[in-house]
């Protein structure tokens, strides 16, 4: 089964930057649909960005589009957010998810087979 690991959240100032990873294992083939979500306070979960490591085709959602920019290394088996330009509004528990797909992304998935276990991130005024 395919387990994911986050790590990377903490507590940053408003304009500051953060990189979260996703690493991954217990996959059986490369071909893959990534996701990283936000669940803020009293929210609920969105869907932030997503990548499809068949060709590295990428989605973001416009709150988030021209400050986070998302990544794979298919060597290390590990997605990366790196997010730019924090707003306080960027404030919630941040998860990757997983599932097969060997096509385009063209859309969010909003739909995973897998999930990690979520990690924090706190933006300050």
């Known amino acids: 089964e395919v387990q994911l690991v986050e790590s990377g959240g903490g507590l940053v100032r408003a304009g500051g930057s953060l990189r979260l990873s996703c690493a991954a294992s217990g996959t059986n083939r490369a071909d893959r649909a990534i996701g990283w979500f936000r669940q803020a306070p009293g929210k609920e979960r969105e869907e932030l960005s997503c990548i499809g490591s068949s060709d590295g085709s990428t989605y973001y959602a416009d709150s988030v589009k021209g400050r986070f920019t998302i990544s794979s290394d298919n060597a290390k088996n590990t997605v990366y957010l790196q997010m730019n330009s924090l707003k306080p509004e960027d404030t919630g528990v941040y998860y990757c998810?997983?599932?097969?797909?060997?096509?385009?992304?063209?859309?969010?998935?909003?739909?995973?087979?897998?999930w990690g276990q979520g990690t924090q991130v706190t933006v300050s005024s």
């Open positions: 998810a997983f599932r097969y797909f060997a096509g385009t992304i063209v859309a969010p998935f909003r739909k995973y087979d897998y």
